[in-house]
């Protein structure tokens, strides 16, 4: 009897910790960026190119500057001197791709940074399994 009470209370607290937002990610889901939609923008510079960030080990996206794997503060420190300088209204794209994106530990310091410095329009790329089969493996641009 203990033992389902106990489930029961584990089950109600779960809910209001979900419900509370605790566990809510730092983005909205409108804010992911499907990555042929970014490969699209890449491909023709007659369209408005954002600022391309990785936040993880390795950024191969065209166009793209890396700051380090977010997960460690002194890179969330060069991501902030980085934006230091940058308008509140630029469109900012930032990635990793190193995992699967549930389980990646360097967007989220990230993406909460730039909520933090109000920045409006920011976008994370949506990579569901990794930038090798998100992107690579499409054929998507990468750097030199």
Same mark, same amino acid.
């Given at each position: 009897?203990? $033992?389902?009470?106990?489930? #029961?209370?584990? *089950? #109600?607290?779960?809910? *209001?910790?979900?419900?509370?937002?605790? @566990?809510?990610?730092?983005?909205?889901?409108?804010? *992911?960026?499907?990555?042929?939609? *970014?490969?699209? $923008?890449?491909?023709?510079?007659?369209?408005?190119?954002? @600022?391309?960030?990785?936040?993880?080990?390795?950024?191969? %996206?065209?166009?793209?500057?890396?700051?380090?794997?977010?997960?460690?503060?002194?890179? /969330?420190?060069?991501?902030?001197?980085?934006?230091?300088?940058?308008? $509140?209204?630029?469109? %900012?794209? /930032?990635?990793?791709? !190193?995992?699967? #994106? /549930?389980? !990646?530990?360097?967007?989220?310091?990230?993406?909460?940074?730039?909520?933090?410095?109000?920045?409006?329009?920011?976008?994370?790329?949506?990579?569901?399994?990794?930038?090798?089969?998100?992107? /690579?493996?499409?054929?998507?641009?990468?750097?030199?």
């Amino acid at each position: 009897m203990h $033992r389902i009470f106990a489930l #029961f209370a584990l *089950l #109600f607290v779960s809910g *209001l910790v979900v419900g509370s937002g605790i @566990l809510e990610e730092p983005w909205k889901p409108e804010q *992911l960026l499907a990555p042929a939609d *970014l490969a699209h $923008r890449i491909t023709h510079p007659d369209q408005p190119q954002p @600022l391309l960030i990785c936040v993880g080990p390795a950024g191969p %996206i065209k166009g793209s500057l890396e700051v380090g794997p977010g997960k460690e503060p002194e890179n /969330i420190d060069t991501l902030k001197s980085l934006l230091a300088k940058e308008s $509140r209204d630029r469109q %900012i794209v /930032i990635y990793c791709g !190193c995992c699967p #994106f /549930i389980k !990646c530990p360097n967007v989220r310091p990230a993406f909460r940074l730039l909520n933090e410095l109000g920045f409006k329009n920011h976008r994370l790329l949506d990579l569901p399994n990794n930038l090798k089969a998100d992107w /690579i493996d499409k054929g998507y641009p990468l750097g030199e």
